[in-house]
T-cell receptor, first 111, second 114 residues
Framework: KNEVEQSPQNLTAQEEEFITINCSYS?????LHWLQQHPGGGIVSLFM???GKKKHGRLIATINIQEKHSSLHITASHPSDSAVYIC?????????????FGKGTKLSVKP | NAGVTQTPKFRILKIGQSMTLQCTQD?????MYWYRQDPGMGLKLIYY???????DKGEVPNGYNVSRSTTEDFPLRLELAAPSQTSVYFC?????????????FGPGTRLTVL
């Protein structure tokens, strides 16, 4: 079983819809990361969080440490949000600093 | 700052050929990583380095080698290319070992082995 699971795998939405992507993990973590990978392939960091909630523009990330679950929300979605969204975690007690990745959620926002 | 740069962007190799994927970062990060991304799979760690002169294996190191002679550079070497190494390779760097700092990724190298 993967240590980081995302759902859904694929998501198609209409412009302006509210979108939620979920991430569950099975290990103790020091932080959870949400990343965005655009069709061109580059990967950028959106959020890093270890508790609570963070907001940046139309994107909101939440985490529930007790339930080992995080969500990424996109409000008023736009075609430019079409990308693969990747959840990744840093294992607690690790000394390498590397991330363990989910398989990603492919989002397509239609105009 | 250029961040993390990788070359080349694309490469086609024949089975048995060798090549080096280059990675450079200008953020003075000690921690650097090579990941590979296969279709439908999460990124997997190939090798990592915690500083100049120090490297170690990740989850999928077979068929690869690395070196880290400077803080800035972390090249990945494929000695005898095999079709199973067809993938997209990402180099990344970060500031601390706890994983509580942003990871910065290079643009990726798409490698095909025929």
């Amino acid at each position: 079983k993967n240590e980081v699971e995302q759902s859904p795998q694929n998501l198609t939405a209409q412009e302006e819809e509210f979108i939620t992507i979920n991430c569950s993990y099975s290990v103790g973590i020091s932080a959870l990361h949400w990343l965005q990978q655009h069709p061109g392939g580059g990967i950028v960091s959106l959020f890093m969080l270890s508790s609570g909630k963070k907001k940046h523009g139309r994107l909101i990330a939440t985490i529930n440490i007790q339930e080992k679950h995080s969500s990424l929300h996109i409000t008023a979605s736009h075609p430019s949000d079409s990308a693969v969204y990747i959840c990744a975690v840093s294992k607690y007690g690790g000394s390498q600093g590397n991330l363990i990745f989910g398989k990603g959620t492919k989002l397509s926002v239609k105009p | 700052n250029a961040g993390v740069t990788q070359t080349p962007k694309f490469r086609i190799l024949k089975i048995g050929q060798s090549m080096t994927l280059q990675c450079t970062q200008d953020m003075n990060h000690n921690y650097m990583y090579w990941y590979r991304q296969d279709p439908g799979m999460g990124l997997k760690l190939i090798y990592y380095s915690v500083g100049a002169g120090i490297t170690d294996k990740g989850e999928v190191p077979n068929g690869y080698n690395v070196s880290r002679s400077t803080t800035e550079d972390f090249p990945l070497r494929l000695e005898l290319a095999a079709p199973s190494q067809t993938s997209v390779y990402f180099c990344a760097s970060t500031l601390n070992f706890l994983g509580t700092d942003t990871q910065y990724f290079g643009p990726g190298t798409r490698l095909t082995v025929l």
